[in-house]
Nanobody
Framework: QVQLVETGGGSVQPGGSLRLSCVVS????????IGWFRQAPGKEREGVSC????????YYTDSVKGRFIISRDNANKMADLQMNDLKLDDTATYYC?????????????????????WGQGTQVTVSS
C-alpha cells in the first residue's frame, strides 16, 4: 500500500509563492508517476502537473506553465510543486497522486482514473 500526504498549503497574496510537498510512504517505486491536481470550490478537480518516474518527463496544464515547477526526490520519496506568481484562480485544494500503471504518456498525465493513490489534499488560498 502507498500513502501520500501533502504539506505546504496556506494563504498568500496574489503574486506570492508557495511550495507544496507530497511525502510518500509504503511500497513506493521510483518508477511511479506523481501528479498534482486541484479542486476549486464549485468546480471539478483538474490536473495541474505530473512527472514521470521512468524518464522524468513532465507536463503542466496551460494555466500554470511558466509559474509552477514540479520536481521529485526519489531517494526521499517526495515530490514538490513550487508555485510562483500565484493568482486568485489558483485558490483550491491541491492533491498529489501516484500511479503505478506503467510509463507516463502525455494523454495520461491528467487522467484521474489512471492514478491509484491519492493524498487528502492541502488548501491553497490566494487573496488580497
Amino acid at each position: 500500500q502507498v500513502q501520500l500526504v501533502e504539506t505546504g498549503g496556506g494563504s498568500v497574496q496574489p503574486g506570492g509563492s508557495l511550495r507544496l510537498s507530497c511525502v510518500v510512504s509504503g511500497e513506493f517505486d521510483s518508477a511511479y508517476t506523481i501528479g498534482w491536481f486541484r479542486q476549486a470550490p464549485g468546480k471539478e478537480r483538474e490536473g495541474v502537473s505530473c512527472i514521470s518516474g521512468h524518464d522524468s518527463s513532465l507536463y503542466y496544464t496551460d494555466s500554470v506553465k511558466g509559474r509552477f515547477i514540479i520536481s521529485r526526490d526519489n531517494a526521499n520519496k517526495m515530490a514538490d510543486l513550487q508555485m510562483n506568481d500565484l493568482k486568485l484562480d489558483d485558490t483550491a485544494t491541491y492533491y498529489c497522486a501516484a500511479s503505478a500503471r506503467g510509463p507516463l504518456l502525455a494523454n495520461l498525465c491528467f487522467n484521474q482514473d489512471w492514478y491509484q493513490y491519492w493524498g487528502q489534499g492541502t488548501q491553497v488560498t490566494v487573496s488580497s
